[in-house]
């Protein structure tokens, strides 16, 4: 298995009046049955394409080929996208060492810099500094009319022109966007620049395990057929589940939203311990808000990261209010990293750090976690991931997309639209033309 699931630490016989009784979760499964064999179907009739992506590869040779034309020569790659069309890449690049302190990227090859938030400041700073003869634009964008993306992109493509390089620009820039008329395609084909199809029945939320996660994981050095492969684990395992409890991601929902329906957890905790899955958990984070936060409905996902938030967040866990359901997500990391040598350590209150690891301390400390959770009766699920390799980082990435559609199929709402998003960008439409 390339993870397991705990959900021990979340049910009343293990905390008490805190956690779930047996018929509360039975409940609650009892309903994703219908769900099983409805997302069972929307796979066999192909309306559901996400569940499909795993086991496609006749899309990667296009993918190494943008590899190729976005590496040649390159110093620099801007990935421009944000949201859905941006975190799940970072999430994957995280993994060869993109925005892991101290490391940068461990792969040999271009630097990438993801632009997701849009920051006059950081992207004047960015323009300036970068040599732009020796960097190349990626355009994220399903509708292609992105205004954060396309505000970037017009940037970069007026300091490559004012830097004199307008006709490099067919060399130096390439799109993702749905096929079809829209201004990124518009603006491809003025410039002459290629453009890589999205996939228009996957929104940028469920989009990581295409084009628009897989190429930039193909920048940073890994291999984009093993994030899949181990994305089609989980997809195997709704298909022969018997009944949902046999299936992670629907034994997950079940768990989620009766906690929050009996026992008032209104907030889900996702508390990964390694800096690899930083990233990850920011990916989470988008994915069950803007699935689930409709008609009233819904958890508030937050992130955390361990140890760290051991120092800023676990008070508050401890003693705060009992509206959280907590996922540490552990990692075997026990004789990991640099070694203390016992010479060193000559302070007795430090003694038990001599001889060991770095990640001797981590993985104490994610075990101390999730037991002294446990032990003060907050609801704690545990996932554990042996090796942290690309195959399991795929399965992670469905195994919480299928955990949060049938997340929705308990609380009785889409999990692929996002209406009240569009009254912001209406908006920022109206200000902006005020300016």
Known sequence: MLYTQDISGAMESTIGKAGLTDAALSSRLEVLKSGLDGVREQYQN????????????????????????????????????????SLGAQALAQLAGFGVPGVGLAASGPRLHFFDNLDGHTMGLALAKLDL???????????????????????????VIGAGLEAQIPGRFLAITMPGDNPLRRLAEKYGFPALEHHPQIGGRFSVL?????????????????????AKEVVDSLLHAAIPADHAPALGAAVNIALAEDKGASQAV???????????????????????????????????LGPVDQHSQVQL????????????????????????????????????LSDKRIGDLQDAEQRATADTLINNNRPTRIIKVPTLSAEALGALMMHFMLETIFAAHLLGVDPYDQPAVEEGKILARKYLGEL
């Open 210 to 230: 295409s084009n628009v996660g897989l190429l930039p994981a193909a920048l940073a050095g890994l291999d984009p057929a093993a994030f899949r492969s181990g």
């Open 46 to 85: 192909r309306s559901l394409p996400v569940l499909r992506l795993p086991e496609m590869d006749d899309d990667l040779a296009a993918v190494n080929e943008a590899k190729a034309f976005l590496t040649d020569k390159t110093s620099d790659v801007l990935i421009l996208g944000t949201g859905g069309s």
């Open 133 to 159: 003869s020796a960097t190349k634009t990626l355009i994220v964008s399903k509708s292609g009319g992105t205004a954060e993306t396309m505000m970037q992109a017009f940037a970069v493509l007026e300091a």
């Open 317 to 352: 866990y401890l003693s705060g209010p009992a509206d959280k359901f907590y996922t540490i997500v552990m990692t075997d990391c026990a004789g990991q990293g640099p070694v203390v040598p016992s010479a060193l350590v000559d302070n007795p209150a430090l003694v038990y």
């Open 270 to 304: 996702l508390m990964p311990y390694t800096d690899r899955l930083f990233l990850f958990a920011f990916w989470y984070r988008q994915l069950w808000a803007e699935s689930l936060g409709k008609d009233g409905k819904g958890t508030t996902p937050i992130n955390a």
